[in-house]
């Protein structure tokens, strides 16, 4: 190891007495703290600690790249030409603030979502269906508005609505088949889950984080307000070149806590000794990590029933131009059928390609199809959407989240029971080790900004504890 000073001398000093002189000679490498996971928490979180300049640290992500669920993905055009798309997360709502200050610090860009046009849906609805969707909608707000922000479970209908899915509760309250077929349409964008397996008192916290049902459905002033004119992943590439010398690519393997110190095991054999160790990753990937000493059962509990939604295929078609908008529409679909669920208009500048965006049906039977296969049956169905240019594409990329290795889908949407049994066990510490992750956010829980906002919330509470340490051993 090299010369260390001041806490990290300390640190050493502790491990040297503490462990066996053949396991502390193992030791490879030591800082500060460690966090783990490059998505963008754990890159919030490095900044916040970098721009601290108070506590050294690493930051270790097992893929071979960063980002986490934001990717950077390229269709190639038949001029050769490239264009960027967003194979994971890529929406930044209108309220998204941190995630707005971050993009305008790293001098990045967003456009307005495409939207001008029409929208296909299943059709007009009728006036007393719609007088019942914003009936609906009133009381999901009213009864989310009730909920303790970023604690749900301590509601006085916590259980009950925990207890229950949505679809149960709709029931319960006569809505009209049809309105509940609507509600499902609308939850499945957003959280990429069916309501007869999303807990009602969850979809409750996931319209609290937000503010309101409206502000996670609509676009303009809403959660898809605006996209990142240079993808969504150059957030964490802006990053990536700023905490380059902290970064390195090795899978966690174990975590070992001793109290004043924790030893981190990386599958290339590195042994980090370290203050404080932050977990910034989706809970359901904990799995992959033994800890030692283990995990209270609370936690561990919820790390092991953790779920996330299969609905994680994510598309995109590339042609000559935008050719819907010629028809006067916007490239925008909400017609749910077994082979995709919605569409929007990619397309980043006037005048270039046009691009297609497509959230695939995520069934067995679509997995089940070779790549070619599962094009050629979307452009069957964009072309019954958008007419018979849509066989013209000159490009087709696609991401399956439940493939990509060290991931595991991309929403969670919670079954039921889990979020009054679970309750904030995974936000709080565990000796010194902390977590963080956008659900465990408690504004804007699932999107960019919650994630952000938790890895700033993990760096702030790393940063008290080790200053509270600090001035205890100076007095």
Known sequence: MEKVSGPQRNVTTLAKQQLAHAAFNKITDMTDVVIVGAGLSGLAAAKQLFDDKHYQFKLLEAKNRVGGRTVNQQLT??????????????WVGATHIHLQSLLKELGLSTFITPQEGETITQGEQPPQLQQELNTL?????????????????????????????????????????????????????????????????????????????????????????????????????????????????????????????????????????????????????????DFSPALPPEKNSAVEQWNTSHGSIKAHVLYSRPFWREQGLSGISFIPNEVLASTFDGTRESGEAGVLTVFVNSSDAMRALSLSARRDRILRVLSELFGEQAFEAQDYVETDWQQVPYQSGCESPLHIGKLTKFKDSLQKPHGSIYFCGTELATIWTGYMEGAITSGYRAAAEVITALNQKALAEFN
Request: aromatic fraction near 8%; proline fraction near 2%.
């Open 137 to 289: 909608r009133a009381e999901l707000n009213r009864l989310a508005s009730s909920l303790p922000l970023g604690s749900p479970w301590l509601a006085v209908e916590a259980h009950n609505w925990d207890n229950q899915t949505v679809q149960d509760w709709m029931l319960s309250q006569n809505y009209s088949t049809d309105a509940v077929q609507e509600l499902d349409y609308s939850v499945q964008s957003f959280l990429a889950a069916p309501i007869t397996e999303i807990s009602f008192l969850y979809l409750l916290h996931y319209i609290r984080s937000a503010g309101s049902i409206e502000q996670l459905e609509i676009l303009s002033g809403g959660a898809q307000d605006s996209l990142i004119v240079e993808g969504a992943q150059s957030i964490s590439l802006a990053l990536q070149k700023q905490l380059e010398s902290h970064i390195q690519f090795d899978a966690v393997t174990k975590v070992e806590d001793h109290g004043e110190f924790c030893l981190v095991e990386c599958q290339s054999g590195q042994l980090i000794l370290c203050q404080s160790v932050i977990f910034a990753m989706t809970p359901t990937l904990l799995k992959n990590i």
């Open 77 to 90: 055009a038949n001029n050769g030409q490239r264009h960027t798309v967003d194979g994971g997360a890529q």
